[in-house]
C-alpha cells in the first residue's frame, strides 16, 4: 500500500468496480477533515463517510477503512481500522445487516477477536448461546479479511452478479489478496 | 461537503462531529463524546456495531473522549 491513499483507493474502486458495485457508480471516497489530522483518511460513503454502496443486487455494502501515515515505520500508510458491512437497506444506522467483517488494529479492552465475522441471524438449536446473548453479538474469529475476502463471499455465496466474468475479477482479486497477504497486519485471534 | 461524483471529500471537524453525534443516538442511544469513552474504556457491549464510527472519528484532530 506504500504511502499513498489515493492508490489504495483507486485499487478498491477497481475491485469493486470489476465485481459487485452498482453499474455506474464511482465507487468509495476517500476523506478527509480539513481541520482534523492531516495523516488520518478515510475511504467510506459517496455522499458522506458513512454511507452505504449500493450493489448490484439492490442492497448495500458499507465499507469504512481509516488510513494512517505511520510515523514509527517509514511513514508507510496503514490501515486502522475496516468495517466492511452487507446490508439490506442504505440506511448507515440500519438494524437489517446481513454479515460484517470488522478490523481494529489497536485491541479493545473487550474480549473480543481484533478481526471477526458477526453474523445477524438467529441460531436454529435452543440454548447453545451463553445468557441469551444474540447471535450477532458472537465474534467469530477470523484472520484479517480484506475487502476482496467481502466481495468472494458476496459473489460466491449470495450469488451477487458480478460486472465483469469470473474470469477476469478472480484473478484480479487473487493477486490483490497476494499483495495484501504481504504486508498486511495479522493481528492475533483473540486477547493475549 | 463537496459535491458527489468525486474521488475525494473532504469534511470538517464540526461535520465529523455531527455525523458521529446522530449515529450514536441513532444506534445506541448516547451521545458521541459517551460513545467513544465507553469504547476507550471497555465499555461498550458490541464495540463492533460502531466500527465504521471508530474508523470515521480517526479523522479528528484531537479525540472526543480523553
Redesign the interface.
Same mark, same amino acid.
Do not use: F, W
Given at each position: 500500500m506504500d504511502r499513498d491513499p489515493r492508490a489504495f483507493r483507486e485499487l478498491l474502486t477497481l475491485l469493486l468496480r470489476i465485481t459487485v458495485l452498482q453499474k455506474h457508480h464511482p465507487g468509495p471516497r476517500l476523506w478527509r477533515a480539513v481541520d482534523g489530522s492531516p495523516d488520518h483518511w478515510e475511504i467510506g460513503g459517496l455522499a458522506t463517510p458513512l454511507e452505504p454502496l449500493p450493489i448490484r443486487n439492490g442492497k448495500f455494502l458499507r465499507v469504512a477503512i481509516d488510513l494512517f501515515l505511520d510515523h514509527g515505520d517509514r511513514d508507510y500508510l496503514k490501515v486502522a481500522t475496516s468495517s466492511f458491512q452487507y446490508q439490506v437497506d442504505q440506511d448507515p444506522n440500519t438494524k437489517a445487516w446481513v454479515f460484517r467483517y470488522d478490523y481494529l488494529r489497536q485491541p479493545t479492552p473487550q474480549a473480543h477477536p481484533s478481526a471477526h465475522l458477526q453474523i445477524n441471524a438467529r441460531p436454529i438449536l435452543d440454548g447453545v448461546l451463553p445468557d441469551r446473548t444474540p447471535l450477532d453479538r458472537i465474534h467469530f474469529a477470523t484472520r484479517r479479511v480484506p475487502l476482496e475476502g467481502a466481495i468472494r463471499v458476496l459473489a460466491d455465496e449470495f450469488l451477487v452478479e458480478c460486472a465483469q466474468p469470473a474470469e477476469i475479477w478472480r484473478p484480479v482479486l487473487s493477486e490483490a489478496e497476494r499483495l495484501f497477504a504481504r504486508i498486511a497486519h495479522e493481528p492475533p485471534l483473540g486477547p493475549e | 461537503?463537496v459535491k458527489?461524483? =468525486?474521488?475525494?471529500?473532504?469534511?470538517?471537524?464540526d461535520e465529523?462531529l455531527k455525523?458521529l453525534e446522530d449515529?450514536a443516538q441513532?444506534?445506541l442511544k448516547m451521545s458521541a463524546t459517551e460513545m467513544l469513552e465507553r469504547?476507550e474504556?471497555?465499555q +461498550?457491549? =458490541?464495540?463492533?456495531s460502531v466500527?465504521? +464510527?471508530?474508523?470515521?472519528a480517526? +479523522? +479528528?484532530?484531537k479525540p472526543v473522549a480523553a
Open positions: - | 461537503m458527489p461524483n =468525486d474521488a475525494e471529500g473532504e469534511v470538517t471537524q465529523i455525523m449515529a441513532a444506534r469504547y474504556t471497555g +461498550l457491549a =458490541d464495540p463492533s466500527a465504521d +464510527l471508530i474508523a470515521l480517526g +479523522l +479528528l484532530k
